[in-house]
């Protein structure tokens, strides 16, 4: 090959069709993977028939819609908590009422308490629809202490390719572990993005941070909240409490889709059971993706060693 | 979304979803990553298509500059289940030009695509797969055409010793007049 002028370098004729040949047998021969039409396939609940376009946008939209309930998540529950600590009524939120007519000052001061001290989670994804099976999708737990951004938590994926990944957040560095090498190393190390451990989800809808689920976050995901309603009672294994509602606004970023959750908080005020479901489909074919995420171990010390460095491999 | 754009979508996905699954695998380096890409990109499209003018693009050139940048954005602070092949798996009578002996040629490549650096990889799938000018990659990444240039020239070298002597694959190629192997 020729070395080319300052800024670049001209492949000749040759190398470019040898570049286009290779690539060719490289893209023609990528193995069929049912991954993505066995998913659609035991979306639809049937056995050996071919997706239609209803199932493919179902599952597409109830991925869309499990991607956007975990970019909505994150967004305004801060600036709710913010609003109702000055006093002042976050814009467009209005408090369901029913028998308390503090059921938004109660979710809100319930994550507020949440970051401020450790906790357990555990979280588990499924979808379901009246003629779909539910499936789950996969689940995790850890723990994690947002005042110093220290946790860790486990990923199960079980779909498409079943598999564990490893987290460890110690400040402003992740480190994960899923089983391959990078390198020969078992453990990568990632910055966390914006100066922030805190995202909420399995897989962030827009960015690659998986960090364990922070109240900070969860605050901040209450900002297209539309209505606070308190339901009734609500108890767990050890604790007692009360259930609220809630519903998220369409809005024009996430269109018309339609998220609507329940949050328990215990006599001592803390966040217990955060359920948010969304349902998906066109016409009568309804599926919902549900997320059930529990709390507990509140105040427990929570303490990460990063693996040795001689097995991490550090992306930049 | 209203009906038709949904059954427009689902056609675009249906028709074109195996081409942007292969592609994605060559940008991912691995099945398991590009199903994670894809499906991004797919949501990403799915959430921006009531707006697309279709008119004056077709959805894979949305596709495509979707896809760059989630990999881009994604991969570069998230680790996945890359796992570049520690060694070049053995490959039977490449030149007996038999389908078998074609899925061991692309076997082979893929593996060693996913052994190169990312803007490498980029730039060679987006130019000899995609086929793209250089302007257009280069707009792309967010690069310039000269980096692109050099990107491909760097990339089929790596490639080229990544896959070892390949002459006996070229057994249908045309007659090189020059000589030059390197």
Redesign the interface.
Known sequence: ?RE?Q???????A????????????????????P??AGDLIAAAGHQGTAAT??D??VL??T??AR??RRALLPAGAVALAAAVAGGVTAAGITDGGGASPTALQAVTAAFTKMSAQSFTFEESDSVSGPDVSPIRLGSRNGEFNPANGIGEQEIHYYR??P?VIQYRIIGKYTY?R?????DGKPW?R??N?GGSTSSVGI?H??????APINPVDLLTALKGVSTVRYEGPASGTGWTGTSYSFTVNPSK???ALKVSGTVSVDSSGRVRKLVTTMPAG?GGHVTTFTEVMTFGGFGITVSVTPPPLSEV?I?K | MEPADEEDFAAFVRARGDHWMRLAELLAGSPSEAEDLLQASLVKLYRAWPRLDLATAAPDAYMRKIIVNTRRSWWGSRWRQESPVAAVPDVADPAAGDAADRYALGALVRGALAALPRQQRNVLVLRYIEDLPEAAVAELLGCSAGTVKTHAHRGLRALRAALGDLDSFAVNEATRTDGEKK
């Open positions: 090959m080319g300052t800024g670049g370098s001209d492949l000749d040759y190398a470019e069709a040898e570049a286009r040949r290779l690539l060719a047998a490289a893209f023609e021969t990528v193995p069929a993977r991954g993505l376009a209803r493919m946008v597409v939209r991925r869309t991607a956007r498409l390719d598999h994960v899923n089983g391959s090498l990078r990568v990632w910055s993005g897989a809808a827009e960015g690659g941070s998986v970023d996430f269109g066109p491999y992306d």
